[in-house]
């Protein structure tokens, strides 16, 4: 049989009928995907809250009664200026005949009462349930960062589990558990349970994202890649989108974990639709593989001619020497690649620099964009309003790489886009808070992911081919490291607001001016060894 990519380049198209159905089914199944990555800024949101006092009224349909406040509560000064009701103190008992100013200097104690929230915006989240607010605070960072936990973990079961048992069965049944676990999660009785279910939802979503990204890459040519990487992503969005709807009409947070796991079930119907990859099926069942194919063919409207599947070299002797000796090679190449370690790209010093910088964009990339992404309640205005257009911005950010790569190389984009991006996130530290600084917020998250996408495909092409996959690997660990770490960098906040913004706006100018370090790749015969890969952009 020819290899697959030649059959796709000479008959069935890199691109045809087949590939778009299945880049459908992935894309769809993609939009779940930014459901749970993003459903913490609602599940998670932190309202307005006081100490509870026991026999007075302080809150009417969800609004407070300044009177009662004004009795029950201290001022305490506020980061932007002026002052405002504390959050984690209430007054003695003799708070009566003090004014609140009075009472800001002294006799208070914590809230040994319990807390009342302010409903407006949420009816219930797992803050205002299992009050994770003042000295617990930290556990709702902890929430969020254990997810990301789950996803790295996922990241390493399913993509070995892809490998031994398929990637269609991989992509079933990461699907499966999202759901599963998702709908236990709506019904958590302690935040124990919350987080534990929560991993299992964040390694099963990493499961659909690198799976479904293998999968489409695996079933287009190789001039196609670049197009549909770029494509899949967008339905993350999408679902962004969609999540800041449903967030609106759902306020109660055990509700909506619900509402955004039964999705899953419209993807029952995968199991007859997702096919297997068909270089996966090459390496372990050549009949089924010739089937698929046969397959593609058929919607592909082509048809193939019987050398495709030749075993007899009489029909394609040139095609079968050529084979041969790139499967020759092929070995050969397989066994030096499996005595290579992620030593051996640190061992000389181009490739460790290049390599450390690339881990570094890396990290940077994950711990600045969900630092914004799953932080948008800092912002003033609408929370469903700016995650929808927080959300909406990243759409034009993916499509844009479809051009700019082209046009500009690999290089320029990430350097801009990081650039643009640090710079947008220290203005923001310096706005007072109101439209101009959701704006530039929202510039800034269009920045970071256009950033984040286009770091992908360079790193592709900038290790060497006998280390590629192992620096492919430690620059995702880097990035799901940053993406771990994001949610306690807000805690920075309670020291000084803006500080968090300021660290994000450093690190991605830093980043940005590094990436000017490393070479251009477009265009460029890739580097095959360790060799190569020391002296490639040298000159």
Not at 228 to 253: E, H, K, N, Q, T
Not at 383 to 407: D, I, K
Not at 446 to 463: H, P, R
């Amino acid at each position: 049989m020819l290899p697959f990519d030649e059959i796709l380049t000479r008959y069935l198209g890199e691109l045809g009928w087949y590939q778009w159905w299945v880049l459908f089914l992935m894309c769809y199944a993609e939009m779940p995907v930014g459901f749970h990555q993003l459903v913490a800024n609602f599940l998670a949101a932190s309202p307005s809250h006081h100490c509870s006092v026991p026999g007075l009224q302080t809150w009417r349909e969800c609004r407070p009664i300044p009177a009662a406040l004004n009795m029950s509560v201290p001022w305490t000064a506020l980061d932007g200026g002026g002052s405002g009701y504390s959050q984690c103190l209430s007054s003695t008992e003799f708070w009566q005949t003090h004014s609140p100013e009075s009472l800001s200097a002294g006799g208070t104690l914590s809230c040994d009462r319990g807390w009342e929230y302010d409903c407006e915006t949420f009816t219930s989240t797992i803050v205002t349930e299992w009050d994770l607010v003042c000295s617990n605070k930290g556990v709702r960072q902890l929430t969020t960062s254990l997810y990301m936990v789950g996803v790295a973990l996922g990241a390493l079961g399913f993509g070995d589990l892809s490998d031994r048992i398929g990637r269609r069965w991989a992509y079933l049944l990461s699907l499966a558990i999202q759901f599963a676990f998702g709908a236990a999660t709506a019904f958590s009785p302690n935040v124990v349970l919350f987080i534990i279910f929560r991993m299992f939802v964040g390694a099963a979503t990493s499961g659909v994202v690198n799976t479904s990204a293998v999968m489409v890459a695996e079933f287009v040519g190789p001039s196609e890649r670049v197009k549909v990487g770029v494509l899949r992503p967008v339905f993350f969005s999408v679902g962004a989108m969609i999540l800041a709807g449903i967030a609106f009409g759902v306020r109660d947070w055990r509700a909506l974990q619900l509402a955004i796991s039964l999705p899953n079930l419209l993807f029952i119907p995968f199991y007859w639709w997702c096919p297997e990859s068909p270089r996966w099926l090459l390496s372990r069942d050549k009949e089924k593989a010739k089937a698929l194919i046969q397959k593609m063919a058929k919607m592909n409207r082509v048809d193939l001619p019987d050398h495709v599947f030749a075993d007899d070299p009489t029909e394609a002797d040139d095609t079968r020497t050529e084979t041969d000796e790139k499967k020759k090679d092929g070995k050969e190449k397989e066994e030096t690649h499996r005595s290579y370690t992620f030593l051996d790209i640190l061992r000389t010093p181009n490739t460790r620099k290049r390599s450390l910088i690339i881990f570094f964009i890396w990290f940077t990339n994950n711990i600045v964009y969900y630092g914004i992404a799953l932080n948008i309640t800092d912002l003033s205005g609408s929370v469903y309003a700016n995650s929808l257009l927080g959300a909406a911005v990243e759409v034009p950010a993916y499509l844009t790489l479809l051009f700019l790569q082209e046009r500009f190389g690999r290089k320029l984009p990430v350097f801009a886009y990081l650039l643009l991006t640090g710079i947008g996130l220290i203005i923001t530290a310096a706005l007072p808070a109101g439209p101009g600084r959701v704006a530039v917020a929202m510039i800034s998250r269009f920045c970071i992911t256009g950033g984040f996408q286009s770091t992908m495909i360079y790193t592709v092409e900038l290790f060497p081919t006998v280390t590629r996959n192992i620096g492919m690997g430690f620059s995702s660990t880097a990035g799901r490291i940053g993406s771990i770490v994001s949610p306690f960098v807000w805690l920075l906040a309670d020291l000084w607001r803006p500080a968090p913004y300021i660290l994000f706006g450093v690190m991605t100018v830093l980043a940005g001016l590094l990436c000017m370090l490393l070479p251009e790749t477009k265009g460029q015969q890739l580097p095959q060894t360790l060799e190569d890969g020391e002296e490639f952009g040298k000159g």
